[in-house]
């Protein structure tokens, strides 16, 4: 069964710290792993991966993806309280996006 | 249009009756997806629309859900007999073709709150 894990749950850090959240998955198939930043309702998009070891990266928010081990991560450097929201990882298998259970961030200031 | 459009954006409604979600995808978009995200969960996957054609309906939770599509474009989520455990923010998104795998983009969600 596909599925897509993230760790940690939720994380609590201080404006200025460097956060990385991570996504590992097992998916029939892999097309492309996506990163979405979701406040109030809608998630809006932050990246979208499907080389190994090439970066993306986008300001302050930067992320890779290592299909040999299955995982990506999304790093957040000098954090500030705007970054606070679920980070979801959702992965493309065949035709449909599984979507982790997100990470809570909230950065305090 | 510009955006993925869902309507209602809020819809309170009593145990036992049926609502209609609507979702009015980015114009060209040929995949329809309906997520359904409860309070505090992860999205869970409903239904996936490639055209007017559902080839994945296997996550829709039980015989009380449906969906449709018209005109490659609008989609209708139908709810039959609501329970309070359909309570939850029902999202839409649209990709255009999937070949190797095209960013998805969500409408702002309809709340519906079973009362």
């Known amino acids: 069964e596909d599925k897509v894990v993230q760790s940690p749950l939720s994380l609590v850090v201080h404006e200025g710290d460097t956060v990385t959240l991570n996504c590992s998955y097992e998916?029939?198939?892999?097309?492309?792993l996506l990163w979405y930043k979701q406040e109030k309702k809608a998630p809006t998009f932050l990246f979208m991966l499907?080389?190994?070891?090439i970066e993306k990266k986008s300001g302050r928010l930067s992320s890779i993806l290592d299909k040999k081990e299955l995982f990506s991560i999304l790093n957040i450097t000098a954090t500030q309280t705007g970054d606070s929201a679920v980070y979801l990882c959702a992965v493309s298998g065949t035709y449909k996006y599984i979507f982790g259970t997100g990470t809570r961030l909230k950065v305090l200031a | 249009g510009a955006g993925v459009s869902q309507s209602p954006s809020n819809k309170v409604t009593e145990k036992g009756k049926d609502v209609e979600l609507r979702c009015d995808p980015i114009s060209g978009h040929t995949a329809l997806y309906w997520y359904r995200q409860s309070l505090g969960q992860g999205l869970e996957f409903l239904i996936y629309?490639?055209?007017?054609?559902?080839?994945?309906k296997s996550g829709l939770p039980s015989d009380r859900f449906s969906a449709e599509r018209t005109g490659g474009s609008v989609s209708t989520l139908t709810i039959q007999r609501t329970q309070q455990e359909d309570s939850a923010v029902y999202l839409c998104?649209?990709?255009?073709?999937?070949?190797?795998?095209?960013?998805?983009?969500f409408g702002e969600g309809s709340w519906l709150t079973v009362v």
């Open positions: 998916v029939t198939n892999f097309r492309s």
């Open positions: 499907t080389s190994s070891g």
């Open positions: 629309f490639q055209g007017n054609s559902a080839p994945d």
């Open positions: 998104a649209s990709s255009s073709y999937m070949s190797s795998g095209n960013t998805i983009y």
